[in-house]
């Protein structure tokens, strides 16, 4: 049984490898001028963050809400880039921001537990905890843009 568990993990790992990568090699000026970029790292960020508040979620309820509560902050602005992006109206953005989410929530869930298998820790031996930092890096950067445009207005 233990093999056939090591062979599906390598076998499914490439697949996911394709869909996430680290989203901290980016820098904020690269955000600032690609919405797509923007997009894929809003996407990701509320994706990873569900993620983890999923799998965590009845061993660490309080760390789950913080981070249930970071996915929700970040949620209607990947809809309003989206929006953005592909011109079309906030229902269809919704939609397809939700379903976009949903897989890649996933996606990291799958990564996550894989690893899990094999190092015994979700984020041991990953990317995960720079991808955790830097999402936190990008909300408190969109928290700061919109403290100080209310303080202009």
């Known amino acids: 049984m233990k093999r056939l568990i090591i062979i599906l993990l390598f076998i499914t790992n490439p697949v996911q490898a394709e869909k996430i990568e680290q989203l901290s090699w980016y820098n904020l000026q690269e955000l600032l001028e690609d919405d797509k970029l923007t997009y894929k790292i809003i996407k990701s960020c509320v994706s990873l ?15 789950a809400k913080e981070f249930f509560k970071s996915a929700n902050y970040l949620y209607p602005f990947g809809i309003l880039v989206l929006k953005k992006i592909k011109n079309i109206d906030n229902i269809a953005a ?3 921001f939700f379903n976009d989410v949903d897989n890649l929530t996933r996606d990291y869930m799958a990564f996550m537990r894989t690893n899990g298998v094999i190092n015994k820790s979700f984020f041991k031996g990953t990317f995960i905890g720079d991808d955790l930092n830097y999402c936190n890096e ?3 950067a969109i928290e700061t843009t919109i403290s100080e445009t ?4």
């Open 94 to 96: 919704e939609k397809e």
């Open 150 to 153: 209310k303080k202009t207005n």
């Open 49 to 63: 963050n569900s993620a983890v508040t999923e799998l965590i979620k009845e061993e660490h309820q309080d760390l």
């Open 138 to 140: 990008i909300r408190a």
